[in-house]
């Protein structure tokens, strides 16, 4: 009880929960039990681990596709439902999953299969070839049938593959256990990076999944929102828009899910009884300014002082500068802040780079005798570009600069 009166300080924000059931279900970690549009390729996988259940080592595969097309869900899911079939027939069948994003070593990968099956391997330390023995040697003491996923696989592969070339040969070492492995990737070239006996044997069975389509993206949703969200609290055309949004998106499931779960939030927090397609569009530019801001902070030096030429221009009601006119300004912030400045030439190549990431658009224009040049706009919010790049410590004293040049006739 609170003293000051009734009820809890937290009872506004509980009370406030109108919107949502739970909204984990709408998060990136939660793997949905039914995963619509996926039947095809769980089938498909299922036909191929099958032999597992007799005890007999299943083919690997190499499973691509791009992001959101629900490749980890699938595999999961379908790793569980072996699991658990395995359990019931009394043939047991493990399925161990590991993210490269993460586990992205040969050491790591093999360490942490070690611990899965109960062998304390220290995290660094070790001579890999015993990490490896200490693995063999922890599986093979069961018959036992031994599924390994490697999610975004081609992040291990960046520092060598010899980690597969071990892994895809192991079963001609083992007296008693199985092993097959299911590689997952976004990346469809990885493979020419690999070893030809690793590819093949690695790719014996191919599975790509294909973007999802808007239709398809709302039977996902509509599922997700059953679970996620209160009866009744998402207006009509909340789903279809965020469904049209994230198939713009390459289809990315994953895409419409967060802006469904951003959409509800926004609502949540203006006090709303109901999620509108207001909310969707509000959450679709949350999302891009996020991302945004993301790729602006990570730009190097001077491609930041370039963006912030452009910044400055349009501020000063100059749009469409010409890449002449941006190099002068570029310069002079160059100067203010006590850099040395890029050549024109490289500085062309940089605005090209930043025309590419979708930050600015650069068109080639005829000016007639005075030959092609290139127009330059911002392809993003000015304001939030704008301090993103002021927050950098070495670009922060142009606040004032920024006044400076304005005054001066002729931006
Ligand atoms: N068919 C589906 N039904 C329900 N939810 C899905 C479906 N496909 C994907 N999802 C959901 O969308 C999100 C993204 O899916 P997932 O993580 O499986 O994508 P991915 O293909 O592995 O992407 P990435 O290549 O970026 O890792 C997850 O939250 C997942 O639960
Ligand atoms: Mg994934």
Redesign the pocket.
């Known amino acids: 009880m609170n003293p000051n009166g009734s009820g809890s300080i937290f009872d506004e924000f509980l009370n406030a929960n109108s919107i949502f059931l739970n909204k984990e279900v709408l998060r ?1 970690s ?3 039990d ?5 039947d095809e390729q769980i089938r498909s996988i299922a036909a191929i681990l099958s032999p597992a259940l007799r005890g007999e080592t299943p083919s690997n595969i190499l499973i691509y ?10 595999a999961r899911y379908v790793g569980k439902e072996l699991e658990n079939v395995g359990r019931n027939r009394n043939v047991p069948c493990h399925v161990v999953y590991l993210n490269c994003e993460i586990i992205d070593t040969q050491y790591r990968v093999l360490a942490n299969l070690s611990k899965y099956f109960n062998r304390e391997v220290p995290m660094t330390g070790w001579p890999t070839d015993q990490v490896y023995q200490e693995f063999k040697n922890a599986i093979d003491r069961h018959r036992a049938v031994i599924i390994i996923i490697l ?2 696989i081609d992040k291990l592969v960046k520092k060598g593959d010899e980690v597969l070339y071990n892994l895809s040969r192991i079963n001609s070492e083992l007296d008693n256990a199985k092993v097959s492995l299911i590689g ?1 990737s ?1 990346d469809l070239k990885f493979t020419e990076y690999l070893d030809p006996r690793v590819r093949s044997s690695l790719g014996e069975e191919e599975i790509v ?1 294909p973007p ?1 389509d808007a239709q398809q993206l709302r039977d ?1 949703l509509e ?2 929102a059953k679970l996620g969200f209160r009866d009744g609290v998402l207006e009509d055309g909340v789903i279809p828009l965020c469904a049209a949004f994230a198939a713009q998106e390459h289809g990315d ?2 895409r419409a ?1 967060d802006l469904l779960r951003i959409a509800g939030e926004l609502a949540e927090r203006e006090g709303a009884e109901k999620v509108t397609e207001r909310h969707v569009r509000l959450a679709q530019e949350k999302i891009e300014i996020d991302r945004i801001v993301e790729v602006i902070k990570t730009l190097p030096m001077h491609s930041k002082v370039l963006l912030y030429s452009v910044v400055f221009l349009e501020s000063s009601n100059v749009r469409g500068a010409t890449s002449g006119e941006v190099y002068r300004v570029y310069k002079e912030i160059c100067r203010e802040i006590g850099i040395e400045p890029l050549t024109p030439r490289r500085i062309t190549d940089l605005i090209s780079e930043l025309d590419m990431l979708g930050i600015i658009n650069a068109t080639i224009v005829n000016k007639g005798r005075y030959g092609r040049t290139k127009e330059i706009t911002l392809s993003v919010p000015l304001e939030s570009t704008k301090s993103v790049l002021l927050s950098d410590y070495r670009l922060s004293n142009l606040k004032d600069f920024t006044q400076k040049l304005s005054v001066q006739s002729h931006f």
Do not use: C, Q, S
């Open positions: 990136h939660y793997t949905p039914y995963l619509p549009h996926r596709g791009k992001t959101g097309t629900g490749k980890t869900a699938v999610d975004e997952i976004n999944f999802y996902i599922e997700r499931a994953r899910l």
